[in-house]
């Protein structure tokens, strides 16, 4: 069996949005969708469907639902979570946190088979909706790319570009 | 060094409310916050702080915040991620995403060191602002309480209560 320490994977994840032309084995992709189906949720509502894309035509089309997925194109596959509609800014933002922790836990699952991770937004709903089919009081939220990185394997980083360590954390209070 | 593979730690991961009375080693924690920091946001915003309490009176005062947050006032330490205030819905769906991210990657950090986490919302939020000193500008968003397990130690789940598998993965189309 493939895998790495956690600790090792949680370093290695980073954003890929340039993919080997090679198909992601089922049963790993299987395991990505697993992961994120364990995932919490407020009050376990699994408020969520997966849709897990591999054909390449349907991949070209739905790169074009926002600016920033057109990565989706050239992905292995591409998972797009869809949640309820939700007009409720409080529940639309619950909703927001666990699909969240889906995609957390999702991009970790695939970083530890060495598969790259790519997550998007959704901008055009009607032409999620005519892609996926999914019913009127759904909507797709999220789209996590995924594939073999084109260019260097995954990785611990050693030092990526976030603010300081000192700087994010407090200890005690603010 | 402790820590488990990544799949396991994905599979071992649940909601724990009840801990031992026994201190996080701070190495560890640091470990979780690191986790954290690392996680990726929108346009690499980092739209998040930190604050990590492990006084025990704190914690109490803490645990009063949210009526789903009793456990945080038995917890060996809680995280508080705070966020900048938003009064758009989409940006406060865009922060609570990120934050879903934080959040998940905090708890697999944990999972993977035999730490259990158990996150909770916050509903007081000038009660929280009274105990941990943020600005105005900024709201408790969210808290991650962490404990070695009162019950059973963390091992990997073979049946999580969540829906069927294919109930909730659609194969190229909903």
Chains 1, 2 share one sequence.
Request: net charge positive; aromatic share 6%.
């Amino acid at each position: 069996m493939r895998g790495m320490e956690t600790w090792d994977a949680i370093r290695a994840r980073r954003n890929v949005r340039e993919y080997q032309d090679r198909p992601i084995d089922p049963h790993d992709l299987d395991r990505i969708l697993e992961a994120g189906r364990r995932s919490p949720s407020s009050s376990n509502r699994q408020r969520w469907d997966f849709v897990v894309c591999t054909d390449r035509e349907q991949l070209v089309e739905l790169a074009k639902v926002w600016h920033g997925a057109r990565h989706v194109a050239s992905s292995a596959a591409t998972i797009v979570l869809l949640a309820p509609q939700a007009d409720d800014p409080r529940m639309a933002a619950s909703i927001a946190y666990d699909l969240g922790q889906v995609t957390m836990s999702m991009m970790l699952a695939a970083a530890d088979l060495g598969i790259g991770s790519g997550h998007a937004s959704v901008g055009d709903q009607d032409l999620a909706r005519q892609i996926l089919g999914h019913p009127q009081d759904r909507r797709a939220a999220y789209m996590i790319a995924l594939g073999h990185p084109a260019g260097r394997p995954l990785a611990p980083l050693r030092a990526p570009d976030r603010r300081p360590f000192d700087q994010v954390v407090h200890r005690g209070r603010w």
